[in-house]
């Protein structure tokens, strides 16, 4: 039987610029008692961890799987990239798949990319570089597959958090909100779907709330790999 992606967590260190922490899709790979070893399905914005990354995880204190150890980076060269006000995010990382990227992930002008095996750290650089020069980037970083060890990570924090994280309280309730039924985004699952991110996600809360779909869509983006509307 072929086995599904699941959500695992990755805990951040404390820092005035990182939230808590992410959640990444990731596949089984085994596990006993508690632990597992996943193989990463989608990339990083926030530390170096790419697709195809092996890691070890542990149940929290609220039983989701949280990353306690990077058992092997993947075979690919990831990279972030700042784009400049103005640029269009998208057509840059589309541009880039005839340069050697496998795709990219886009959130809030930012774009985490992977390339394809064997393209080289320095044939990276290369495109990025041009990029920079030409004005349509701010920043870029370029990450190989050995800055991602375990080693090397200063912004993860590896110690199993054991404590039951808060429950999440919201007055949000989806299927109320015309804003899905005018983007044709009411049929129930994917209200369902809405309201169960409400009730696990504080900021996301937070921002329906609030009427701030700009930063809901660009959550949603994030979980589902590309934009839902």
């Known amino acids: 039987m072929t086995q599904e992606n699941v959500k695992i967590r990755v805990r951040f260190v404390e820092l005035a610029d990182m939230p808590a922490g992410e959640?990444?899709?990731?596949?089984?790979?085994?596990?006993h008692e508690g632990s597992g070893t996943f193989e990463l399905r989608n990339t990083s914005f926030y530390v170096p961890l790419a697709v195809r990354?092996?890691?070890r995880t542990e149940l929290d204190g609220h039983g989701i799987p949280q990353v306690t150890g990077i058992l092997c980076p993947g075979p690919f060269v990831m990279s972030?990239?700042?784009c400049s006000p103005g640029q269009d995010a998208a057509a840059i990382g589309d541009r880039w798949l005839n340069e050697?990227?496998?795709w990219s992930e886009?959130?809030?002008?930012?774009?985490s990319t992977v390339w394809n095996e064997g393209v080289s750290p320095e044939q990276v650089r290369g495109v990025l570089n041009e990029d920079l020069r030409r004005g349509r980037l701010s920043l870029v970083r370029v990450i190989p597959p050995h800055e991602r060890v375990g080693s090397a990570q200063d912004r993860i924090d590896f110690r199993l958090d054991r404590e039951p994280r808060p429950s999440v309280t919201t007055s949000y309730w989806a299927a109320a909100?015309?804003?899905?039924?005018?983007?044709?985004?009411?049929?129930?699952d994917f209200l369902a779907y809405v309201q169960a991110l409400a009730g696990e996600?504080?900021?996301?809360?937070?921002?329906?709330e609030a009427?701030?779909?700009?930063?809901v869509r660009a959550a949603l983006a994030f979980l589902n790999d590309g934009p839902l509307w």
């Open 23 to 31: 959640t990444m899709w990731a596949l089984p790979m085994g596990g």
């Open 53 to 55: 990354d092996v890691v």
């Open 80 to 82: 972030w990239a700042a």
């Open 100 to 102: 050697g990227a496998n």
């Open 106 to 111: 886009g959130a809030h002008g930012m774009l």
């Open 177 to 188: 909100d015309p804003f899905w039924r005018a983007h044709g985004l009411d049929h129930p």
């Open 201 to 208: 996600d504080q900021v996301i809360a937070t921002a329906l």
């Open 211 to 215: 009427g701030d779909y700009e930063a």
